[in-house]
């Protein structure tokens, strides 16, 4: 059973299973097949290496148009023909205490007044406004001076923080960090392990995580079709 899967890896399988209500669709000796429809996100879990996993992967956009596939190894897993996007990642996970910011700048909740300024700077795929829409009311923040917006961070629909943006202007200040670092008491208020995906060729992104103290990259990958 998924219960099993104590690697930090499975922390969106867990968060699915809790957070979102997801289901348990199938589970054997190679696959554990987990259906988040809050998310409209189909996880795989790979429990052996099997050569069907192409095909389970193609068939996956049946059922939900983002497909994740989580492995403890390393997987050959290329772009699918089914998908328009293929992400290959690394999860970080924050297992430190909350952190104090005193910063030259404010850090509040981003809403629906700020909606114009968020769609303008975040460009994801296809139609961006329902997506961005469910970031914020799941809880975005945003770095501001008085009423000039300067960056902004938030969680993806499977609970990996993400959507971070930081003026350019503003750039090179510590700012996107201080954002994260923002979103990780957030998350940590609210009783959930702070986890981040990172494309595993995303240099800078990769050198934010290793800025942050216990931020820790989990051992497997996390392969994203949408």
């Not at 996970?93 to 509040?108: A, M, N, R, W």
């Not at 975005?140 to 990996?160: D, R, S, T």
Request: net charge negative; with cysteine; hydrophobic share 35%.
């Amino acid at each position: 059973m998924y219960m099993n899967l104590k690697s930090n890896i499975y922390t969106l399988i867990r968060n699915a299973l809790s957070l979102n209500n997801a289901s348990i669709i199938k589970e054997d000796d190679n696959y554990l097949f987990v259906d988040d429809k809050e998310a409209a996100i189909l996880y795989i879990v790979v429990k052996q290496i099997n050569e069907t996993l192409n095909s389970l992967i193609t068939r996956g956009i049946t059922i939900e148009p983002t497909v994740s596939v989580i492995s403890e190894v390393k997987l050959n897993l290329t772009k699918n023909s089914a998908f328009k996007c293929f992400r290959e990642t690394y999860q970080y996970s924050y297992t430190g205490k909350p952190f104090v910011l005193d910063l030259p700048y404010q850090i509040s909740e981003l809403t629906m007044n700020d909606f114009d300024y968020l769609k303008s700077h975040y460009y994801r795929n296809g139609n961006d406004e329902p997506y961005l829409k469910g970031c914020i009311k799941r809880g975005m923040l945003k770095a501001h001076y008085g009423e000039n917006i300067i960056g902004f961070v938030g969680e993806h629909p499977e609970h990996a923080l993400g959507l971070l943006f930081v003026d350019e202007s503003y750039r090179r200040q510590g700012i996107g960090g201080s954002l994260e670092k923002a979103m990780i008491n957030k998350v940590l208020e609210e009783g959930r392990v702070p986890i981040e995906h990172v494309v595993i060729t995303n240099e800078n992104s990769k050198k934010l995580q290793a800025s942050i103290p216990d931020m820790n990259k989990d051992d497997g990958y996390v392969y994203w079709y949408f």
